[in-house]
């Protein structure tokens, strides 16, 4: 049997890849890890310190060359800052009050979002404008006209005083309109062509859809008033309405300084913020991705 070949076809064959040798694509990879690693590393570092600050005694904090890790890891510092200072006091108020402001946002927010890229009405541009300018103003130079409002109204050292200036942050409405208007324009014309109203509309078509969203502006609402320290300090001036972030600094007097207490209490305050981020990363990142995504 005579084998038939055809030359000008080998040229057109790739030659087999060679083993052994990174590409460069595989070399970039191995980049953005190593990248990726060092970043997470020094990222955990201050995390691992106070952790292991808190669980050291007065003694051993002061050691020379100091320890990254206890000897004899001891609970103290944690026993008297529960025993010794009101603390589930000061964690119940940052809870009802970061727990509150995302709620109430995540519904008001959403809608008007809605009603931002969805719905025509008279002075809508202007209006959207408005909140864009709104989010260049920071919140030092609106403290004073606050505190006067919040004043006037009786509404000093008390929840609703904490909660209400947080629910102005014009944040939430920019990306629940931003992620809203991503969506396709003919599932509410469906739904309007069934007769839904507007509230249906966007309580079984809109929310349903943007659930990333919300978790995203969810989280970020949530981080941001339980570390919220300047508002706390000077709308609550009675020791019982005093938040988290306002008791663990009233530990540090002008002549002593507890390291131990001051970590055992940063630890404390960091756990429910690395809980709600760790239940619900798998909305956060989907909804991250989304908004990065958006055409």
């Given at each position: 049997?005579?084998?038939?070949?055809?030359?000008?076809?080998?040229?057109?064959?790739?030659?087999?890849?060679?083993?052994?040798?990174?590409?460069?694509?595989?070399?970039?990879?191995?980049?953005?890890?190593?990248?990726?690693?060092?970043?997470?590393?020094?990222?955990?570092?201050?995390?691992?310190?106070?952790?292991?600050?808190?669980?050291?005694?007065?003694?051993?904090?002061?050691?020379?060359?100091?320890?990254?890790?206890?000897?004899?890891?001891?609970?103290?510092?944690?026993?008297?800052?529960?025993?010794?200072?009101?603390?589930?006091?000061?964690?119940?108020?940052?809870?009802?009050?970061?727990?509150?402001?995302?709620?109430?946002?995540?519904?008001?927010?959403?809608?008007?979002?809605?009603?931002?890229?969805?719905?025509?009405?008279?002075?809508?541009?202007?209006?959207?404008?408005?909140?864009?300018?709104?989010?260049?103003?920071?919140?030092?130079?609106?403290?004073?006209?606050?505190?006067?409002?919040?004043?006037?109204?009786?509404?000093?050292?008390?929840?609703?005083?904490?909660?209400?200036?947080?629910?102005?942050?014009?944040?939430?409405?920019?990306?629940?309109?931003?992620?809203?208007?991503?969506?396709?324009?003919?599932?509410?014309?469906?739904?309007?062509?069934?007769?839904?109203?507007?509230?249906?509309?966007?309580?079984?078509?809109?929310?349903?859809?943007?659930?990333?969203?919300?978790?995203?502006?969810?989280?970020?609402?949530?981080?941001?008033?339980?570390?919220?320290?300047?508002?706390?300090?000077?709308?609550?001036?009675?020791?019982?309405?005093?938040?988290?972030?306002v008791g663990a600094r009233s530990l540090t007097s002008d002549f002593t300084q507890d390291w131990g207490l001051n970590s055992a209490a940063a630890v404390l305050s960091m756990l429910p913020m690395i809980l709600v981020f760790i239940f619900l990363q798998r909305y956060f990142i989907a909804g991250s991705i989304a908004g990065a995504l958006k055409e």
């Amino acid at each position: 049997m005579v084998e038939t070949h055809f030359p000008e076809l080998d040229a057109t064959v790739p030659p087999p890849p060679r083993r052994g040798i990174l590409s460069t694509a595989s070399l970039y990879k191995l980049a953005i890890y190593i990248i990726l690693i060092v970043a997470a590393f020094i990222a955990m570092v201050p995390f691992g310190y106070v952790v292991s600050t808190s669980l050291k005694s007065t003694m051993s904090l002061f050691a020379y060359p100091p320890d990254w890790l206890p000897d004899e890891p001891t609970l103290d510092n944690y026993r008297n800052l529960i025993d010794r200072y009101p603390f589930w006091r000061w964690l119940m108020n940052s809870a009802i009050v970061a727990g509150s402001v995302t709620l109430i946002k995540l519904v008001v927010d959403s809608m008007a979002g809605y009603a931002f890229a969805k719905m025509r009405f008279p002075g809508k541009e202007p209006l959207f404008l408005l909140v864009l300018i709104s989010l260049m103003v920071p919140f030092a130079a609106l403290l004073i006209p606050t505190f006067i409002i919040v004043r006037e109204l009786g509404l000093l050292n008390t929840y609703w005083g904490l909660i209400l200036p947080g629910l102005a942050s014009p944040i939430g409405i920019f990306m629940m309109r931003q992620f809203i208007e991503s969506l396709p324009s003919d599932l509410e014309n469906a739904a309007r062509l069934d007769g839904c109203s507007e509230f249906q509309i966007y309580r079984r078509v809109i929310l349903p859809l943007i659930k990333p969203g919300l978790v995203v502006l969810g989280v970020f609402t949530f981080m941001t008033q339980w570390t919220s320290y300047l508002w706390p300090l000077v709308a609550a001036t009675k020791p019982q309405m005093a938040t988290l972030t306002v008791g663990a600094r009233s530990l540090t007097s002008d002549f002593t300084q507890d390291w131990g207490l001051n970590s055992a209490a940063a630890v404390l305050s960091m756990l429910p913020m690395i809980l709600v981020f760790i239940f619900l990363q798998r909305y956060f990142i989907a909804g991250s991705i989304a908004g990065a995504l958006k055409e």
